[in-house]
């Protein structure tokens, strides 16, 4: 998507994606670039030994918790792993919660089926999406909440993030960054 006004406008810019390693790509480029302003959490995978063992939670700003992980014992689970939804909810919700209080862009880093699993997050979430904050969003294809919840919004700019439209994805979120920063009065 080229940068335009209607992108410029949207209050909520969106990056569905599947494919993990260019959403955690485009999502480092842009916390590096645009961090100062942006408040929220980020999901990371937890790869000891370089094979993929889980996904911890990090609050921009500080705070860390495992998410999701064979090692952790819980009554929650998502395909091997086991959820610790206290993750998401004493982690992430709470730097979203500080991030809209500070005037900040909402970073959601990422909304899929391990965030559905926690109906106090899923339901909060939505409602930070639609609280007038600009907010900024990657989610896997399939998390239907939300998806729903963009469909239905229907001011929200959804990419699709892929190899092949890269360049064009982060101009997209670079553009829309610095437009609201520069609402934002803070640059």
């Not at 929220?40 to 094979?51: D, F, I, N, Q, V």
């Not at 063992?53 to 952790?72: D, K, N, T």
């Not at 610790?84 to 991030?99: F, Q, R, S």
Request: aromatic share 10%; glycine share 12%; proline share 4%.
């Amino acid at each position: 998507m080229r940068p335009g006004p209607a992108l410029l406008a949207a209050p909520r810019l969106a990056f569905a994606f599947s494919d993990y390693a260019l959403k955690e790509r485009l999502c480092g480029r842009v916390c590096a670039s645009h961090g100062r302003w942006l408040g929220g959490y980020r999901t990371l995978e937890l790869r000891p030994g370089g094979k993929r063992a889980g996904f911890e939670v990090e609050a921009l700003g500080g705070g860390r918790a495992v998410l999701a992980s064979r090692e952790i014992v819980s009554p929650v689970s998502f395909n091997k792993y086991a959820l610790d939804l206290a993750a998401l909810e004493g982690t992430a919700l709470p730097a979203l919660e500080a991030a809209a209080a500070a005037g900040k862009v909402l970073l959601f880093d990422e909304l899929g089926p391990m965030a559905m699993r926690s109906a106090a997050f899923s339901a909060r979430a939505v409602e930070l999406l639609f609280s007038g904050s600009p907010c900024l969003v990657f989610f896997r294809r399939g998390a239907e909440v939300f998806e729903q919840a963009f469909a239905r919004g229907g001011d929200t700019v959804i990419i699709e993030l892929g190899e092949a439209g890269w360049a064009e994805a982060v101009a997209a979120a670079d553009a829309w960054l610095d437009a609201k920063v520069r609402l934002m009065g803070t640059t």
